[in-house]
Structure formats: C-alpha cells, structure tokens
C-alpha cells in the first residue's frame, strides 16, 4: 500500500523502446516521483522525476532527449518511456515515492522504493 512496484522491464537490443510503469500506493497521490537506477557494482543514480501535478520534470543528462516521464493520477501511476535505449541503460530501475510534491535527484528527497525491475540491453 506504501511502496511502489515497478513492472516493464526486459531485455531489448541498442535502438529499441520500454516503458516501464510504476503503481504507487495511496499515500504517494500527492507526492512526486522519480526514477532511478543501479548497475550492479555501481552506485544507484537519478534518471528522472515528476512534481505532483505533473508540471515539472527533470532528466539525468544521459538520457535527456531519449526518455519521457509522465504520470496518470487517475491510475496513480507514473510511467517512463525509454527510447533509443543503449547498452550503458542496462540497470535495476527503481522507482521512488519523494517527500514532497517536487521531489528532484537527490536519493534522500524519496522516502519510498520500489524493489527494481530489470532492464537489459544488449548491443
């Protein structure tokens, strides 16, 4: 009822498209939420995130022009179109309920987590 699920991941080749969906909880309707992502090894990063009425958005720089973060309030639930992906996209996405209506990059801004889904591409 509080954490996220992410669903949508998969495995695709450079150049191909995903969308991966995330069902927040009730608790998360006023909150933004965010995108993020680890390779395994390596340190989680922001991909993106959306303000509460869904009038803000920011985008990591490496997938600025590529990826699309948008929300349903209706469904309450937020989605992230991924194009063009490329093999550096391969990563555990994770999606975050933040704090507050805003949100933005920084890790300590979510307060909720889902537990990943998997998106692999290959070469």
């Known amino acids: 009822q509080v954490y996220p699920v992410e669903s949508g991941g998969g495995s695709v080749q450079a150049g191909g498209s995903l969308r991966l969906s995330c069902a927040a909880g009730?608790?998360?309707?006023?909150?933004?939420m965010g995108w993020f992502r680890q390779t395994p090894g390596l340190e989680r990063d922001f991909v993106s995130s959306i303000s509460w009425r869904g009038d803000a958005t920011n985008y990591a720089d490496s997938v600025k022009g590529r990826f699309t973060i948008s929300r349903d309030r209706s469904k309450n639930t937020v989605y992230l179109q991924m194009n063009d992906l490329k093999p550096e996209d391969t990563a555990v996405y994770y999606c975050a309920v933040a704090r507050s209506s805003y949100g933005g990059s920084l890790q300590s801004s979510y307060q909720y987590w889902g537990q990943g889904t998997q998106v692999t591409v290959s070469p």
């Open positions: 009730r608790a998360s309707s006023n909150n933004a």
